[in-house]
């Protein structure tokens, strides 16, 4: 029997400055969009203020889950097969007809 190496960048999340890759980068993208097209100094300082504040809340997410992302998008693609339902013996549980 062979040995096989797993890779440890297999592993890896994607971060960038903390938080997901993806959505950083599509934050800066269209944050600098707007600005850029609108050309205007209260929009490119309201897109910069917003910006920052996406940034935070990009942070947080990732301190608290990296894959938090992921697997919202998949639960976006199975929406209409699983719904989410409490189980029977749950209180607020109702059967509809």
């Known amino acids: 029997m062979s040995n096989h190496r ?8 994607n971060q960038m400055f903390g938080c997901d ?3 950083f980068l599509i934050n800066i993208l269209t944050c600098g969009t707007f600005a850029f097209l609108a050309m205007d100094l209260v ?21 608290k889950d990296m ?13 209409m097969y699983y719904q989410a339902q409490s189980s029977w013996h749950c209180s607020s549980f109702k059967v509809y007809r």
């Open 6 to 13: 797993i890779y440890h960048s297999l592993g890896n999340n």
């Open 21 to 23: 890759r993806e959505l």
């Open 43 to 63: 929009i490119t300082i309201s897109m910069v203020v917003i910006g920052f504040f996406n940034f935070a809340l990009l942070v947080h997410m990732g301190k």
């Open 67 to 79: 894959l938090l992302h992921h697997i919202y998008i998949r639960q976006l693609r199975y929406h």
